[in-house]
């Protein structure tokens, strides 16, 4: 499995963590830069919310979750 780097926000991944954090994401605010998602490359992500998993880190933030604090995307747990 080649390694990926992904933002947290948005679930897009770059091939270094210089590229992801040097790039701005359209989940952030305020044109912010993504942020790096600090766990490991798996085979299913856990919502730290509510518990549903989900394929990729990018199904996951652009899906709703009502447990969130925000109402927003789900976050992954580490």
């Known amino acids: 499995m080649s390694s990926k780097f992904y933002c947290k926000y948005c679930g897009i991944g ?3 963590v210089f590229a992801l954090v040097h790039a701005r994401c359209a989940k952030q605010g305020g044109g ?3 942020v790096l998602y ?3 490359e798996k085979s ?3 919502c730290k919310y509510c518990g549903l998993q989900f ?3 990018f199904a996951m933030v652009n ?3 009502l447990k969130s604090p925000s109402k927003g995307g789900h976050e992954p747990a580490l």
Do not use: D, L, W
């Open 14 to 16: 770059f091939p270094s």
């Open 32 to 34: 912010a830069n993504h």
């Open 38 to 40: 600090e766990g490991s």
């Open 44 to 46: 299913k992500y856990t």
């Open 55 to 57: 394929p990729t880190i």
């Open 63 to 65: 899906a709703r979750c």
